[in-house]
């Protein structure tokens, strides 16, 4: 478990490192989790020896977003006249983006004969 | 014995209460969203921000002292992103098989979420400072703040606005996608990441593993993309 922590925040620190060091426009997590895959495609005991406590943490990944969202509510009274609006772009563009994202798959799938499972 | 007054002294100053707090409240958010039977309406994200939020309000606690307890959790983000690699290798033949679909369902998810939204804001009258902050908001945090910073939004609105789509995401993806009669858990999955990234993805591991694992590719796909579209659209909107 410490040692599965440990790999993880190692991934996480060659990340940032990349990240800073080639001033790329990715966080190093995003880069981390790149090189913890390609890691993985290249020696894949590595996914079956840490993936017990992936699972536990993935399990609770909504949990780490609470923290966020409290500061969060300390602006919703600045919005004021505006705040009608923005609601109707934020949910409406949701909408609309999870629509054309899975209906584009769906359909991609369907054109290119894909199997569906 | 102490006085509860110095008791809260000590409490208040120190990381633990609000630690606890933290993980208490969306213990508790847990607990309700399984008793409802997991509707999505009662999302553990928004039940916990809530009684946090409320909380502070009542005992008059800055954000700053809670979020020094709440740090311990916020840092986890981190390695939990780097863990998301793991169930995409293990998705790895399903994704190998779908990468045409991925890519044309990124492209066409992305640009759906960044011109809607500038587009409704557009015609609803927001000002054009409101508009730039809310182009990345389908990115993940630490990216959508970075770019709203590079193309003149403010990053702290930009916050405001991802933290506001992910939770969006979460309650009325499985509704929209079932009203859509969409049940292939890979494009119900991969569209959610790419328009609500991790608070998305945190959702489709709830109701699916292979949905979580392609939510997991569509949130880290759209970063890149988003980094890259954003100052275009950026752009032409300034012009």
Request: proline share 5%.
């Amino acid at each position: 478990m410490i040692i599965h922590l440990a790999t993880l925040l190692a991934f996480q620190l060659l990340g940032e490192v990349t990240s800073r060091g080639l001033d790329l426009p990715l966080p190093g997590p995003v880069i981390g989790m790149a090189l913890l895959f390609v890691t993985c495609v290249i020696w894949p005991r590595l996914a079956k020896t840490i993936a017990p406590t992936t699972t536990v943490l993935l399990g609770h990944l909504s949990l780490l977003f609470v923290p966020a969202g409290v500061g969060v509510v300390g602006h919703l009274d600045k919005f004021g006249s505006d705040g009608a609006a923005l609601g109707v772009a934020i949910i409406g563009s949701t909408v609309v983006a999870i629509t054309v994202g899975a209906l584009t798959f769906v359909g991609l799938r369907k054109l290119t004969g894909t199997s569906h499972d | 014995m102490t006085e509860f007054a110095e008791i809260w002294t000590y409490l208040s100053t120190d990381p633990l209460l609000w630690l606890t707090l933290t993980l208490a409240a969306y213990g508790a958010g847990d607990a309700l969203f399984k008793a409802s039977g997991r509707k999505p309406m009662v999302n553990p994200v928004l039940i916990a921000v809530a009684f946090l939020a409320v909380l502070l309000q009542l005992t008059g606690t800055s954000y700053a002292t809670y979020f020094a307890g709440a740090q311990f959790v916020h840092f986890m983000l981190g390695p939990a992103t780097v863990a998301l690699a793991i169930p995409l290798y293990a998705n790895l033949n399903h994704i190998k098989k779908a990468a045409l679909p991925m890519i044309a369902a990124l492209v066409a998810g992305s640009l759906a979420a960044m011109l809607s939204a500038v587009g409704i804001g557009v015609a609803l009258g927001l000002d054009t400072n409101i508009l730039l902050a809310l182009i990345p908001k389908s990115a993940t945090a630490p990216v959508a703040l970075g770019v709203s910073e590079a193309i003149g939004g403010s990053p702290s609105l930009t916050a405001v606005f991802v933290i506001t789509t992910g939770i969006t995401g979460a309650i009325i993806a499985t509704p929209l996608l079932n009203l859509l009669r969409i049940t292939d858990w890979r494009a119900r999955g991969f569209a959610v990441g790419v328009a609500s990234h991790g608070i998305g993805t945190a959702r489709a591991f709830q109701v699916n593993e292979t949905a979580g694992a392609f939510s997991g590719v569509g949130m880290g796909l759209n970063a890149l993309l988003t980094a890259l579209i954003a100052p275009i659209i950026a752009q032409w909107l300034l012009g």
